[in-house]
């Protein structure tokens, strides 16, 4: 992958989408490319695949909002509307939810839809959600650095990393309060 110094090391992109309501994670894959802009129509073929359904809305990261991605038949098109952020304008003077000349009609909703207080209500849910699974899976998990090589091989990693989160997750919600001690009865 080619890192910020322009030098090219051994470099790998882990993808996670998490379903908002129980952080369940749905989806995982491993790139060796540094940008996330082509990422989101395969993530969500393969949420897709693996749920038989999509939810309504996608909170997309920043770097996953390409105008590309949010056309692409496998996101809008699929059905769930895209929550991402509009990037700030070079012209300050330019809204940024205000539709341009030559956005197409996905993009000039897209725009209109996140200039609302109500869809960047929506879009906070994202950090609450996708940022704790991050930081589980790194803080307690050991996601942090790879001792292995090969896309196939961290695929795996990630892959266990996320069954062992869910798996965590459906101990934790089964057995919520099994392990607690009886209350005292009053006399």
């Known amino acids: 992958m080619k890192r910020a110094d322009g030098g090219y090391r051994p470099a790998y992109n882990i993808e996670l989408a998490a379903d908002s309501g129980h952080q ?19 993530m969500v073929a393969q949420v897709q695949a693996r749920l038989d359904q999509l939810p309504e809305q996608w909170l997309m990261d920043g ?14 098109a699929a059905g769930p509307q895209v929550r991402a952020p509009v990037p700030q304008p070079k012209d300050k003077e330019r809204d940024r939810y205000t539709p341009r000349p030559g956005d ?31 930081a589980h899976a790194r803080s307690r998990l050991g996601l942090q650095q790879f001792r292995v090589r090969g896309l196939r091989t961290v695929r795996c990693v990630a892959l266990w990393i996320a069954l062992t989160h869910d798996l965590l997750l459906w101990i934790k919600h089964r057995y919520k309060g099994f392990w607690a001690l009886p209350q005292a009865q009053a006399a």
């Not at 996953?64 to 038949?73: K, L, R, V």
């Open 24 to 42: 369940v994670i749905v989806g995982v894959a491993a790139t060796n490319v540094g940008s996330d802009m082509a990422q989101a129509p395969p």
């Open 63 to 76: 770097g996953f909002a390409g105008h590309a991605a949010i056309e692409a038949e496998a996101v809008e």
């Open 104 to 134: 197409s009609a996905v993009i000039q909703a897209w725009r209109t839809r996140m200039g609302t207080a109500e869809a960047q209500g929506i879009y906070r849910v994202r950090a609450a959600t996708i940022e704790c699974v991050n």
